[in-house]
């Protein structure tokens, strides 16, 4: 049996300097991971180069690591409900850009989603 697909999205909006932080926090997350991970990224009508920046920095990374983009601002809402139908996680959890719900929490909500197993 293959181990299940989690999905992170994680919807933006000219993050500014909270991207930098969410992708030097989200590596070391994805390292010390025990099963499969993909995190998508939905630029939600970004103009301060977010998109760019992450399509850069995913070339050098060996996770797992995706950039929707939309020309127009269409709303978090949008932006999750979008990040979600692309997902290919059997498992799909979302954050804010800002982390407003920490990596930490991302981790305990998909030990709950599988019954306590150790993600």
Known sequence: MVD???SLVIPAYNPGTDLVR???KLLPFLDMQRRRWEVI???DGCRDGSDMALLSWKRDCHHNIRVLRSR???GKGHAVRRGLLRA???FRIFTDVDLAYSLEMVHMVANQ???GDDV
Do not use: A, E, I, Y
């Open 4 to 6: 299940p697909l989690f």
């Open 22 to 24: 969410t992708w030097d």
């Open 41 to 43: 990224f939905v630029c």
């Open 72 to 74: 127009t601002n269409r």
């Open 88 to 90: 290919r996680g059997d």
């Open 113 to 115: 989603l599988t019954c």
